[in-house]
């Protein structure tokens, strides 16, 4: 069973960040030019939230707020749900599931060190599944 370390080791540490007094569309602008679904707010080196496609669309877009004016702070999630680098792939999956979250940072301690998505998660079940059906095959072929 993979690990969240095994996924980072794969995809890498970066992980894009955004001050809080950022404004959304500086935010929605960044996760476009970096193709990403979400952003780690942070203030210094602290996690102090996650913004999302899903809360630009339900707190700015359909309640008819400015993305220029709105800040981040006032649409992030705050305190996200996090995992450390040793919990297993399906206890993100069933994190994703229990919290109706697509997008978990990664920490060792206090620091962050990476992001998983749901696609990481997904990846890494299919891979693992992969893993187990090539052994069967091969057990079965012997």
């Known amino acids: 069973m993979q690990t969240v370390k095994h996924v980072i080791e794969r995809k890498g540490q970066t992980v894009w960040t955004i001050d809080p007094d ?5 935010a929605i ?3 476009a030019k970096k193709n990403v679904g979400a952003l780690v ?3 210094g080196a602290r996690v102090v939230g996650l913004i999302t496609e899903r809360e630009y669309a339900r707190n700015v877009a359909l309640a008819g707020r400015s993305s220029r004016d709105t800040r981040v702070r006032d649409v992030m999630v705050t305190s996200p749900p996090s995992v450390g680098l040793n919990q297993e792939i399906r206890e993100c999956m069933q ?3 229990d919290q109706r979250v697509r997008h978990l940072p990664v920490m060792a301690g206090t620091e962050l060190v990476g ?3 749901i ?3 997904v990846a890494a079940i299919i891979s693992d599944q992969q893993t187990v059906i090539d052994h069967l095959e091969h057990y079965i072929s012997s």
């Open 41 to 43: 707010v942070v203030e």
């Open 95 to 97: 994190t994703m599931t």
């Open 29 to 31: 602008g960044q996760m």
């Open 119 to 121: 696609g990481d998660v």
């Open 115 to 117: 992001i998983i998505s």
């Open 22 to 26: 950022a404004s959304v569309y500086d």
